[in-house]
């Protein structure tokens, strides 16, 4: 009988050890774990090695050419996502700043109200236009970005803004760039978001229902792993970035942060620029790209305006986290796990 209490006291005294440190995270109180409670509590809450993506799912990146006029922007990206649905694709994505050519000078007068939600044809062409594409298509559409408008006028503020809407047209999610690219680079670019654009406040996970979890986040959010790390943690099976590097950094950061992302978190990364536009004042470097989970780009555009798609496999997402078990390895007794503490998933005033 002693035999089996040691051997009942042993196998559940791990699960005993993640209660008492869920719960000091609860009161933020310390409780002093040993090594070997620290390494079990590590393993439980890394990336899962289960099925993320439940079936295959044909995704398709939508590198536009967009310019001034807003209506013929919307009626563009209708025919050129009603054309990735004609290839099979069931999840397209659009790139950043769609509608509208993209700069600070451009975000004010092409800013939309999204609030309070849903929003009127005339407070919310593109919105109205993205939920009808999505319906139109039978597709899972995330809708690049847009600028968007504070309802309050006197406040000036506007936010770069994804929407995401399934094959019924209704509305999954929304994400506002949280990190707004203010960058110089002396004799190359200097750029300043935060001068017009206000960031966002939470990470985005989105459910597609009958496939699994993505998350979305935006053009500069991409050089910030956290996101990605916490997304992956939480069963994503694809990262989504619409965005827009330019001819400076696009050479130098833009497939190595795909595949940095992808390598790290052993999932899909999808990168989708808008095609590059040189009378335009911002030239988007192009080259909207699927990363597979082993880091191997799968393929490609140029700077020219095109599709590119690929079938996305849970498999391989399952066999790449068998073959190399970063989650097994990770060491959380040595440095922290951003998947754990205070993380912000909701914004009060986001569009629903």
């Known amino acids: 009988m002693r035999s089996i209490a040691r051997t009942f006291r042993a196998c559940y005294r791990p699960f005993a050890i993640v209660s008492r440190a869920a719960s000091a995270a609860a009161t933020n109180a310390v409780v002093p774990l040993s090594r070997s409670s620290l390494s079990f509590a590590a393993r439980t809450m890394a990336t899962s090695n289960g099925p993320v993506l439940k079936k295959p799912l044909k995704l398709a990146c939508v590198q536009l050419a967009s310019g001034a006029d807003k209506t013929a922007n919307l009626k563009h990206a209708r025919e050129k996502v009603l054309e990735a649905a004609s290839g099979g694709a069931k999840f397209v994505v659009l790139p950043e700043c769609f509608n509208s050519p993209y700069g600070c000078d451009y975000f004010p007068s092409y800013a939309e109200t999204l609030l309070p939600g849903p929003p009127s044809e005339s407070q919310s062409p593109s919105y109205h236009a993205l939920s009808a594409m999505a319906k139109e298509a039978d597709v899972y559409l995330v809708g690049g970005s847009i600028p968007e408008a504070d309802p309050d006028p006197a406040s000036k503020k506007y936010y770069n803004t994804s929407l995401i809407f399934g094959p019924d047209g209704s509305l999954l999610g929304a994400h506002r760039k949280v990190h707004l690219f203010d960058i110089d680079i002396p004799g190359k670019i200097t750029f300043r978001e935060s001068d017009v654009l206000s960031p966002g406040n939470k ?15 935006i053009c500069y959010d991409v050089r910030f792993p956290e996101l990605a790390m916490i997304a992956a943690r939480r069963g994503c099976f694809a990262l989504v970035y619409p965005g827009a590097f330019n001819l400076t950094t696009g050479p130098l950061h833009w497939r190595l942060q795909g595949q940095a992302r992808a390598m790290d978190n052993q999932l899909y990364v999808a990168l989708c620029s808008p095609a590059r536009d040189t009378s335009a004042t911002y030239h988007a470097w192009g080259h909207t790209l699927i990363v597979d989970p082993m880091a191997r780009v799968l393929a490609e555009a140029e700077e ?10 849970g498999a391989l997402i399952e066999e790449t986290r068998k073959n190399i078990p970063l989650s ?6 040595v440095y922290p796990d951003v998947n754990q503490g205070k993380i912000s998933f909701d914004e009060p005033d986001l569009p629903k």
Request: no cysteine; proline share 3%; glycine share 6%.
């Open 304 to 313: 020219k305006e095109a599709i590119v798609a690929w079938e996305l496999d």
């Open 328 to 333: 097994t390895q990770r060491r959380f007794d």
């Open 203 to 217: 990470l985005t996970i989105v459910d597609l229902p009958g496939y699994g979890r993505i998350a979305v986040a």
